[in-house]
């Protein structure tokens, strides 16, 4: 690989040579390597690796989860760990295993070939993934631009996964799927074990600091114990960028006054509900017909005269309704109670309204309630049970369910997905 940036190829050797090698005794001391227990390949392999990034100024931080759980389950007395006072057995890093995963956020990096250059000539074996930018996906003329998604920097029998995280609207991290094209090596290292890249995955954008662990300094999330409990609930799922534009091949967006107003409006009051929840730790969903636009045109649909939103009946906190009131929405209606049917309703600006509907969960499937304002009649509406995904709506960062056809096909039947569609677009207030 033709290396790029401020380094010819052959000063990037001389600097190799001459500031990294173990021989001139970068990094950690020689005396500290052969310390009891230093000697394990993932303890080099790690060592190593630090050394690199650190000399390319290549902001890496650790997300390892086994590892993570170590540090946090010590945290304060590896928070007070220096090296002076680290102690003489590897505890963390010589656990073995064919992994150790670190992240990088993209936008930060400066050298990317030159760095990867230098890896090789450390002695690293280095594969890249990478793949098109999904967010670039309506576009044709672009269809060949492609971005780095993982790393896998093999030394020996241990090897780094380096997670590419990519900055997103909304203030979260990215990461894309760990997808092997045709010619890569399937035995290069044990894919199967990876714990990041089965899918995407987005993240809060965490803040970091420094520890020493095992004599290496590494940079870890600051509150660790956050960062993996968002691991097992990270998946990502991408609006259908492809979908929407042949939607609007077949349906003219609606870019009348009227229509951009409330579209503007119904940003406005997502925004302010996620803030809103997000304050109270209770997770929601994009829902009904809010959820219906993000799937099948990825915006709002404009007609529509209100905001959908889900939420677990498990996840109700009774100081809801009085959060949403200091937020400056107050409630419009109530219809059921905690323990059947609760729906609640919360006036935003412009008659454009919040509607939270609760779901209750049985032994095969889910459902909510529904009440008839005018008369007070009930409906129960039934759907097939479902997990939640991350997704992009509105530049913001929201759940949406992940088996997202079986949803949508619950709340308004087979015509509003692929291959059924109606001959017109169904309005978003319609339910079975």
């Not at 005794?25 to 080099?44: E, V």
């Not at 060592?47 to 590892?67: A, C, E, G, R």
């Not at 049917?341 to 919040?354: H, M, P, W, Y």
Request: aromatic share 14%; charged share 25%.
């Amino acid at each position: 690989m033709k290396p790029t940036g401020l380094l010819s190829k052959d000063n990037q050797l001389y600097y190799y040579k001459h500031y990294l090698s173990a021989k001139n005794g970068s990094g950690l001391s020689k005396s500290k390597g052969s310390r009891i227990g230093f000697d394990g390949m993932q303890w080099r392999a790690v060592k190593k690796f630090i050394m690199l990034t650190s000399s390319q100024n290549v902001p890496v931080f650790l997300i390892d989860p086994l590892i993570l759980e170590l540090i946090n389950k010590n945290f304060e007395q590896v928070k007070n760990t220096s090296h002076a006072s680290s102690t003489s057995e590897c505890k963390v890093f010589c656990v073995p295993r064919d992994f150790t995963t670190f992240a990088l956020q993209y936008q930060l990096w400066k050298n990317e070939e030159g760095w990867f250059w230098i890896a090789e000539n450390m002695g690293f074996q280095c594969l890249k993934i990478e793949s098109k930018d999904p967010r670039l996906d309506w576009i044709d003329s672009l269809s060949g631009t492609e971005i780095p998604l993982h790393y896998i920097c093999k030394l020996a029998s241990h090897a780094i996964h380096l997670v590419v995280f990519h900055e997103r609207s909304g203030n979260y991290l990215w990461h894309g799927h760990l997808r092997l094209k045709g010619h890569v090596d399937r035995k290069f290292v044990p894919f199967r074990k990876l714990q990041f890249g089965r899918y995407p995955g987005a993240f809060d954008r965490p803040e970091l600091q420094q520890i020493t662990v095992d004599g290496l300094d590494v940079l870890i999330p600051k509150d660790p114990m956050h960062f993996l409990e968002e691991i097992p609930h990270s998946r990502f799922i991408e609006c259908r960028y492809k979908e929407a534009r042949a939607f609007f091949q077949q349906y003219l967006d609606d870019n009348t006054v009227e229509a951009m107003t409330f579209q503007k409006r119904a940003k406005e009051l997502l925004q302010l509900a996620a803030k809103t929840l997000k304050k109270l730790g209770v997770r929601f969903w994009l829902s009904s017909g809010t959820c219906l636009g993000w799937f099948r045109q990825c915006s709002i649909i404009p007609y529509s005269k209100d905001v959908d939103l889900g939420i677990f009946i498990q996840d109700y906190k009774s100081d809801i309704i009085s959060a949403f009131q200091d937020a400056g929405l107050p409630l419009k209606h109530k219809f059921g109670k905690v323990e059947d049917s609760l729906e609640l309703s919360f006036q935003g600006k412009d008659d454009v309204k919040l509607d939270i509907f609760f779901f209750y969960e049985e032994t095969d499937h889910m459902w909510n309630g529904g009440t008839q304002a005018k008369t007070g009649k009930k409906f129960k509406y039934l759907f097939p049970k479902f997990t939640l995904c991350w997704t992009e709506f509105v530049d913001t960062k929201f759940r949406v369910p992940c088996e997202t056809v079986e949803y949508i096909e619950a709340n308004y039947g087979r015509s509003t997905t692929p291959g059924n569609e109606a001959a017109h677009p169904l309005r978003s207030g319609w339910r079975r």
